[in-house]
């Protein structure tokens, strides 16, 4: 399974009811006890929130995005979906990896 990182963007700001805010809680709840959802939560600028999705593909990951009401209903106008390329000790802080050699100014 990999990760992908999920930014919702352009909230509208004043228009969240009980309801909605409900109906997004219960999704993530669901996606929670699935193991699909790794972390989640608001930015400090009250525009934005992330969401850290565990999923077999970036399909998925964006079909998960879709389907949070917060997307769906249109609290949030916008959104991307990318994968995380965790680094760690165990993968030496992806000093090695291709990605990361390619972008060395040698």
Known sequence: MKKFVAILRDKKRGELSKELLYKHVEHLRKLYHEGRLFICGPFQDNDKAMQILICDDIDEAINIVESDPF??????????VNELIEANEENNWLVDIPQTLNNLNQ
Do not use: R
């Open 71 to 80: 997307v769906k209903e249109g609290y949030y106008n916008t959104y991307e």
